[in-house]
C-alpha cells in the first residue's frame, strides 16, 4: 500500500527482506512465491531479488527513517501471513528485523494486527471482483 513511498536502493533492499522471509520457512503452497512476484511488479523493479543479497547477513541500511522502516515492516508483515500462517522461523526473523529497525514490541503488534487487515480487505475487495 505504501510501497510507492520507497526510494529504489529501499525497493530493492526491500525485496531482498521480503525473498528471504518467503524462504525460510521452506512452505510449499506457492502463496508467498506468489506474493513475492506481486511485489516485483508493484515495486516496478526491472527484475527480482538480488538473491546473492538474500544470502548474506541482514542488511536494513537503505531504510534511514523511521517512514522506510514501518512501510517494509508493514509489507514484511504482510508477506509472512500471507499464507494465514506465521511459523517459528518466520516469527524469528520478523523480530530480528524489527530489533534492526528499532521497533519494540507494541509497535510489532500494531503493525501486525494493520497487516492482517489489509489482507483482508485486499482478499474481500478480490472476491467481490470475481463474483
Known amino acids: 500500500m505504501f510501497l510507492h513511498l520507497l526510494s529504489v536502493p529501499q525497493k530493492e533492499s526491500f525485496l531482498v527482506l ?12 506457492g502463496s508467498e512465491l506468489r506474493k513475492i512476484e506481486e511485489l516485483t511488479r508493484r ?26 522502516r514501518s512501510i517494509a515492516m508493514m509489507e514484511l508483515l504482510s508477506v509472512a501471513y500471507c499464507d494465514d500462517f506465521l511459523d ?23 503493525m501486525a494486527k494493520w497487516a492482517m487487515s489489509s489482507l483482508d480487505l485486499t482478499r474481500r475487495g478480490e472476491t467481490m471482483m470475481n463474483r
Open 43 to 68: 515495486l516496478a523493479l526491472p527484475a527480482g531479488p538480488n538473491m546473492a543479497a538474500v544470502a548474506v547477513d541482514l542488511d536494513v541500511s537503505a531504510f534511514d527513517s523511521r517512514q522506510s
Open 18 to 29: 521480503a525473498q528471504r522471509l518467503s524462504m525460510v520457512d521452506a512452505e510449499e503452497d
Open 88 to 110: 517459528d522461523a518466520e516469527s524469528n526473523m520478523i523480530s530480528d528485523i524489527a530489533v534492526a529497525f528499532g521497533f519494540n514490541q507494541e509497535d510489532l503488534n500494531k
